[in-house]
């Protein structure tokens, strides 16, 4: 495997997981920035900063999480055989499950409006 390989599987295997830790731990009545990566409360001013400061919307938001899933799921099976990477791969899989739920919250703001 070639040096630059190494490098963006490195770069990836970082990129990922901090964006995993981030996405876990979005709670139920936060919104996030996906242009920040920042969880930010639900409110004016954050509609205003979302909306106006930073463009951020649902979109990106889907995108950003589909984008961190499918990194996530890239990494587990280029390090699945791979020995020296179980405990990478035990991470991922670990933060994979945590990230369910703040996806759930971000849903689940979505439809409060129809509960």
Partial sequence: MSLATNN???NLENETFKALKIIGSIEEGFKFNSVTLQIQPVGYYTS???SF???DNRLKTVEFF???VRNANFLLNEYKENSEKSLVVKNL???LQNCKEGIFFFKLLKFRKYI
Avoid: A, P, Q
Wanted: charged share 35%.
């Fill in 48 to 50: 205003f900063e979302r």
């Fill in 8 to 10: 963006f599987k490195e």
């Fill in 53 to 55: 400061l930073y463009h």
């Fill in 66 to 68: 589909y984008n961190t």
């Fill in 93 to 95: 899989i670990n933060d």
